[in-house]
């Protein structure tokens, strides 16, 4: 029995070993090869009404590459996705551009452009377009990983582009009611917080600036719950009709 015990013991260090080697080997070969480049989020939303004033605006939807660096900017190449049904490009041509996108010499993160401009329809619409990596000089390789990003627009409120990446796990479910209550809690009209973003333009705000708006939005909320018959609930969203529920 012992004997039986040690063997299976030296099976399993044998099996850990080759599996240890596995890895190491493929992500050696990964990281040696000239790299792709994808998208890091599958969706991003803007919304007119939160920069009251604006009637074009540039957004930058962030991409990672996969693989080496390189000493010199690399551009990334993208297309309106006009091949799948299941995606409806809903929005008006005249509406946006697609401007493209670079990483930066050095770096692992980069950013795709694309410009959208306002009109007095998207107080009541939603408009929807599909944007696509496509191979070019610098990375010829864009299979790895997402390659397609949803891009909604308009001038009604929406869930941010940052809510589902980050806000999520401090004030959990999103839903518009409970969206209005933070921006009128911070006094702000977004909340610019997105770490690793490469658009450090757009997604400017610090660690310490968030943590700080987390205690006021928390008090807030308490304090709305302890001055109203029923506590604060979502009026939309997944959570639809239970209490809005803060994570951290």
Known sequence: MKTINNLRGLLVL?????????????????????????????????????????????????????????DVDRLVKIELVTDDTSKVNTAPEELYSLIGG??????????????????????????????????????????????????????????????????RYFWGDYSTRWWQFIKEATERTSIPYWPGNADKETWWMSDSEFEALQVVVKRALKKYNETHETPLTHNDGPSKGKEVQILY
């Not at 939303?45 to 604006?54: A, E, I, M, T």
């Open 14 to 70: 044998v099996f850990l070993g080759i599996m240890s080697f596995s890895c190491n080997q493929e992500e050696t070969m990964i990281f040696d090869t000239d790299g792709s480049v994808y998208f890091t989020t599958a969706d991003y939303s803007y919304s007119f009404l939160d920069y009251p004033g604006k009637q074009v605006d540039t957004i930058k939807l962030p991409v990672q590459i996969f693989g080496k660096t390189a």
């Open 102 to 167: 670079v990483v930066p010499a050095n770096e692992q993160l980069g950013s795709v452009s694309l410009e959208l401009r306002y009109a007095d329809e998207l107080k009541d619409t939603v408009y929807a377009f599909y944007v696509r990596i496509v191979p070019n000089d610098d990375f010829k390789d864009v299979t790895y990983n997402s390659r397609i990003v949803e891009v909604l627009f308009t001038a009604k409120e929406i869930q941010p582009a940052n809510w589902n990446g980050y806000l």
